[in-house]
Each structure stands twice: as structure tokens, then as C-alpha cells.
């Protein structure tokens, strides 16, 4: 079974401090996901990537970066904390651009 | 217009029913489809590939229209252990999965 971990569960943090999101997958996937998920506006990507160091924008970058230096490894950074990135974050991977994405658990971030 | 479009419901059907969701796409040019199933509070999970054959497994049942450019999702025999949230999900160019916003069901006893 392909296992997606994420580093919490829930997260609150202050407006303005920096933020890491981690997301771990053990399936040797070669793409990785990050989306957040909002109340009537469903799943929104922020950032992918396809391969170790490469990343592509998603629908809703700003705000947001990313990085991947392990393949398994694929972590999303709030580099000053709003308070409309208040949402849950989703990490994904998938083997290759064709094949369905599987979920870790999400991170419930709060920031006040 | 979004790209992926969904009822949001949400649907509330006694046990036993057959329900079906309907969820459109804009481009026409997308290839795969996919149906989640996501609990409250939990990630999505993937309930079935959706292919221009259709798909069965057990009582879902999914069909893909391209000429209306939907995808359907067919439930029989709805069990309390259905109510969730089902996302449609087409695949667009560059490895991108868009999401609809979901639809709420509910089956009750």
C-alpha cells in the first residue's frame, strides 16, 4: 500500500512566522503534490513536481514555496504566515502524470 | 466557469437507494478521470478510475459522456457507510489533477 505522511496533523502558528510543511511518501513516486482544501472551493494546487529538485506552479502559488531535494521528500513553506492561509493542506504523489494521486492525512493549519 | 463542476448537495437517500452524481468538465481536451471518496476530516481516497468504457466495481458504478463532457458516479444499494463527500477529478495536461468542490451524501436509515 502506498503510504503518504505528513509531519502534524494540526498546526497553529502567528501571523508573519515562517511555516514547514513536510510530506513523505514511501513508494518510490516520481511526482508529489501540495493542495489546500477550503470549504466550497474544494482542492486548489499550489505547487508540484515531477522529479527531485524541479517544481512547477500550481493554481495558487503566492504565498507558497516548495522544495525537494529527496525523492520521498516533499516539503511546502509559508514564508511569512497570513491569516487567509488558515486551511487544510494536502500533500499527494502519484508514480507518473497518469496514474491516480494518493493522500496523506492533511495538515489542519491555523494561523492567528 | 470552473473547470470541474459538481452539485454540492447534499443528497440525503434512505438505505437502499440508487443514487447518481453528475460532475462536468471544461476541457475537452482531459484524458483521465477519476472519482474520490473523502470522510469528514480525512484525505480523499480514490473510489475508481473512471474509463470511456465505463467502470463497475460491486455497486459503483461510473460512466464517462465526452460529447457532454461529464463523468457520472451510479451508487445502488447505498449502505450508512456511504455518506461521505465525492470528488470528481479530471486529468489536464502537465500531471495536474482539478478537483470539483465535491458532493455531500447522506444515506440514512
Known amino acids: 500500500d502506498v503510504k503518504v505522511t505528513q509531519s502534524s496533523r494540526y498546526l497553529v502558528k502567528r501571523t508573519g512566522e515562517k511555516v514547514f510543511l513536510e510530506c513523505v511518501q514511501d513508494m518510490d513516486h516520481e511526482n508529489m503534490f501540495w493542495y489546500r482544501q477550503d470549504p466550497g472551493l474544494g482542492l486548489r494546487l499550489i505547487y508540484f513536481s515531477y522529479d527531485v529538485k524541479m517544481k512547477e506552479k500550481g493554481d495558487i502559488p503566492e504565498g507558497y514555496s516548495v522544495s525537494r531535494e529527496k525523492k520521498e521528500r516533499f516539503s511546502l513553506i509559508l514564508e511569512s504566515a497570513s491569516t487567509n492561509q488558515t486551511s487544510m493542506y494536502l500533500c499527494?504523489?502519484?508514480?507518473?502524470?497518469?496514474?491516480?494521486?494518493?493522500f496523506g492525512p492533511g495538515t489542519r493549519l491555523t494561523v492567528l | 466557469r470552473k473547470e470541474v463542476e459538481q452539485d454540492p448537495g447534499p443528497f440525503n437517500v434512505p438505505e437502499g437507494a440508487t443514487v447518481a452524481f453528475n460532475c462536468t468538465y471544461s476541457?475537452?481536451?482531459?484524458?483521465?478521470f477519476f472519482w474520490y471518496r473523502q470522510d469528514c476530516r480525512k484525505e480523499p481516497k480514490l473510489l475508481m478510475s473512471v474509463y470511456s468504457s465505463g467502470n463497475e466495481d460491486g455497486r459503483f458504478t461510473a460512466q464517462l459522456n465526452r460529447a457532454s463532457q461529464y463523468i457520472s458516479l451510479l451508487i445502488r444499494d447505498s449502505k450508512l457507510s456511504d455518506s461521505a463527500t465525492y470528488l470528481c477529478a479530471s486529468l489536464e495536461y502537465g500531471n495536474k489533477l482539478v478537483f470539483g468542490a465535491g458532493t455531500i451524501l447522506r444515506v440514512k436509515s
Open positions: 499527494a504523489s502519484s508514480l507518473n502524470g497518469y496514474n491516480e494521486q494518493f
Open positions: 476541457n475537452s481536451a482531459s484524458q483521465s
